[in-house]
């Protein structure tokens, strides 16, 4: 048998590996923190599970839904226009994502051909690279450094790369760092994608889990945003519905149509009890938005709290549902901390090496377990040794 050479460029998924190692220990008997990989333990709220199923028992839904429904779409519209102060138009400015992922791995396809120059944040979240690779794109890497506050540096990417450059992505709140960009930032980017004819994809997955009182907007609000540009939303994380796989591109209505061309020669639609849970989600009573924040803010005190009391030194995370922490000195790589600390201590995190060249000498964590079991991660840690 022969494969596509674009097979060449994938090995196995780092979760793929972390989950063996977490198997593996499993197998031996032994307890395993896993803050590995962001899948959010908050459930969605009852009402919205409620929909859902009185929806999952109508069989007149079990039809191929082909297009979004003009209430959801209609839902999501109010949506931002609520949250962020966006006006979008529904029919020419809206499609749905079977989760962000769907969207990120999908809308390369739609924008590249192979060759043409794709600019990726480093370090950053693997399918935000991955996707290029996909459409044969060519990837040039903006440093996302933390002497910066780990905020793209636009000045600095050449100019020759920047005259070739056709697509660029763009996160914050950001996956893996937790960093968040000044509104300045974002003023320069639509400056920059116009002088440049780049199309932008702004990822905004996190932006209502924001810690300590601050707030976060869209970037579509930024003047000439929709001119330059689309960004990603979902209700993954905000709604506890990661399962469900319910995102939206939002913004250029060509970029927009662009990709629902290409979605619908590649799915039939999200179904259609889901979209009307997602509908209950975005319309429904929103005090759910606050707990879960409130929820993954603890989380964060408890497991920063702790680690940096032990001998961890990192920074409290300012957002998202993740730690961006610096491996220890004695060790070689992030891997072979990952290695020992599951080892000596149970925790299982993600080696920064899995984000991109500039992830290396880092490790993510994911703030996906209770507080009760972030503090006895604390104690593990303090009893491992490993800080001493």
Request: aromatic letters at 10%; glycine letters at 8%.
């Amino acid at each position: 048998m022969e494969f596509a050479k674009r097979m060449e460029q994938f090995g196995e998924g780092v979760f793929s590996r972390l989950a063996e190692m977490r198997k593996n220990r499993v197998a031996e008997g032994k307890e395993v923190f896993d803050l590995s990989i962001g899948a959010p333990n908050i459930p969605p709220a009852k009402r919205i599970m409620e929909v859902m199923a009185k929806a999952v028992m109508e069989p007149k839904n079990y039809v191929y839904a082909i297009n979004d429904t003009q209430e959801m779409l209609q839902a999501v519209a109010q949506w931002y226009q609520r949250r962020y102060g966006v006006t979008m138009d529904a029919d020419t400015e809206i499609c749905s994502l079977l989760g962000s992922q769907d969207g990120l791995s999908h809308i390369a396809l739609s924008i590249l051909d192979a060759g043409d120059v794709m600019l990726v944040p480093d370090p950053c979240y693997p399918i935000f690279a991955d996707g290029p690779r996909l459409a044969g794109a060519e990837l040039y890497y903006m440093p996302q450094k933390k002497e910066n506050d780990y905020v793209i540096q636009l000045q600095d990417i050449p100019e020759e790369v920047a005259q070739k450059a056709k697509f660029m992505l763009v996160s914050y709140p950001n996956n893996p760092t937790a960093a968040m960009a000044p509104e300045s930032f974002y003023h320069e980017l639509v400056a920059f994608a116009r002088k440049y004819d780049i199309i932008v994809l702004h990822d905004n997955a996190y932006s209502e889990l924001v810690f300590d009182g601050r707030s976060w907007g869209s970037f579509l609000s930024i003047p000439g945003a929709k001119d330059v540009g689309v960004e990603f939303n979902s209700l993954s994380k905000t709604y506890g519905l990661a399962g469900a796989r319910i995102g939206y591109c939002l913004g250029n209505s060509r970029v927009v149509s662009m990709l629902k061309t290409l979605k619908s020669n590649m799915d039939y639609g999200m179904f259609l009890p889901i979209q009307a849970a997602a509908v209950e989600a975005i319309t429904g009573d929103q005090s759910v938005v606050a707990e879960t924040r409130a929820a993954y803010e603890r989380r964060r005190d408890v497991l920063c709290d702790g680690l940096i009391a032990a001998g961890w030194q990192m920074d409290k995370p300012p957002g998202t549902m993740f730690v961006w922490a610096p491996v220890p000195e004695q060790y070689a790589d992030s891997e072979s901390f990952v290695r020992d600390l599951l080892d000596k201590t149970g925790v299982l995190v993600t080696p920064g090496s899995a984000f991109g060249p500039s992830g290396e000498g880092y490790v993510r964590m994911a703030l996906v377990q209770s507080e009760e079991d972030m503090q006895r991660i604390v104690e593990a840690v303090k009893q491992s040794g490993i800080f001493a």
